[in-house]
């Protein structure tokens, strides 16, 4: 089983519209959970951390299950510039430990 | 905003050859990682340091592979003998608490083997 698994996608929304994403991640002992954003060609720069208690950022919301290894990420009136592909981060410290990516899911925002 | 930088941005090499990509961490961190990611694939890790000495490595990360930090301002990750399956982005990053927080990338080097 992989480490972390998404939807590689892609997802072709019309602008406006809610999009959800999921994630599982096989280590139980994972610490900190995290949605990164990367463009083409271009760096990983977080998005946001993910709390158990749910957390939201404006049009972004993030909600962690440990009990099923499973992260979401919710965008809703997504926007143009919310194309790009989004990557389910897992850690299993909270310091200086390795970061666990997924493949990542591809959004297209349609206008 | 301080920022992590990395050069060249582009390199090709010649399978066998050795290469060494730069980075420049933001001044006050404290930990150090390389990443890479083949194209169209994830993001791996490939190695973190910490006060001159490796701290993890994944098995990606052969005797092939090294890093250094050699005048207190650049992180160095040297491949010797390059392989076709070397070709791929490889982003440096670094934070300071050795919190996930704060591990900021950089813009990536794109390697190329011939």
């Known amino acids: 089983r992989k480490e972390v698994e998404q939807d590689p996608g892609p997802f072709n929304v019309p602008e406006g519209a809610t999009v959800a994403f999921n994630c599982t991640y096989s280590?139980?002992?994972?610490?900190?959970f995290f949605w990164y954003r990367q463009d083409c060609r271009k760096e990983p720069k977080l998005l946001m951390s993910?709390?158990?208690s749910g957390n939201e950022d404006g049009r972004f919301t993030a909600q962690l299950n440990r009990a099923s290894q499973y992260i979401s990420l919710l965008i809703r009136d997504s926007k143009l510039s919310d194309s790009a592909t989004y990557l389910c981060?897992?850690?299993?410290?909270?310091?200086?430990?390795?970061?666990?990516f997924g493949t990542g899911t591809r959004l297209t925002i349609i206008p | 905003e301080p920022e992590v930088t990395q050069t060249p941005s582009h390199q090709v090499t010649q399978m066998g050859q050795e290469v060494i990509l730069r980075c420049v961490p933001i001044?006050?961190?404290?930990?150090f990682y390389w990443y890479r990611q083949i194209l169209g694939q994830k993001v791996e890790f490939l190695v973190s340091f910490y006060n001159n000495e490796i701290s993890e490595k994944s098995e990606i990360f052969d005797d092939q592979f090294s890093v250094e930090r050699p005048d207190g301002s650049n992180f160095t990750l040297k491949i010797r003998s390059t392989k076709l399956e070397d070709s791929a982005m490889y982003f440096c990053?670094?934070?300071?608490?050795?919190?996930?927080?704060?591990?900021?990338f950089g813009p990536g080097t794109r390697l190329l083997v011939l």
């Open positions: 990053a670094s934070s300071d608490r050795g919190s996930v927080e704060t591990q900021y």
């Open positions: 981060v897992v850690n299993r410290g909270f310091g200086n430990e390795k970061l666990t």
């Open positions: 280590n139980s002992a994972s610490q900190s």
């Open positions: 001044s006050n961190h404290l930990y």
């Open positions: 993910v709390y158990s």
